[in-house]
Nanobody, 115 residues
Framework: QVQLVESGGGLVQAGGSLRLSCAAS????????MGWYRQAPGKQRELVAA???????NYADSVKGRFTISRDNAKNTVYLQMNSLKPEDTAAYYC?????????WGQGTQVTVSS
């Protein structure tokens, strides 16, 4: 079992920055890929960025060049640095981790970008 706890969301003006963190606890040895997803009201949950255990990254086209995903395996933590935020980035952001054949999700953190 893996538990994920996100933090770092909040309200920010357009053009601003936020850094999300997701800390994993429990049986964290050999956690695989981790990622950030978001879901805006009335929309489907979508991938924002993902990072493999070896550090390979993948980004949604809408955030390339603005967001950076990273992970600290020693701390079992994944980060999402979000710069040049836009109102359309407003959503609940969820952390996901792949571990021993299962996906685990955090409870989500709200990001609101005002225009």
């Amino acid at each position: 079992q893996v538990q994920l706890v996100e933090s770092g969301g909040g309200l920010v003006q357009a053009g601003g920055s936020l850094r999300l963190s997701c800390a994993a606890s429990g049986s964290t040895f050999s956690i695989g890929a981790m990622g950030w997803y978001r879901q805006a009201p009335g929309k489907q949950r979508e991938l924002v960025a993902a990072i493999s255990s070896s550090g390979t990254t993948n980004y949604a086209d809408s955030v390339k060049g603005r967001f950076t995903i990273s992970r600290d395996n020693a701390k079992n933590t994944v980060y999402l640095q979000m710069n040049s935020l836009k109102p359309e980035d407003t959503a609940a952001y969820y952390c996901k981790a792949y571990f021993r054949g299962f996906d685990y999700w955090g409870q989500g953190t709200q990001v609101t970008v005002s225009s």
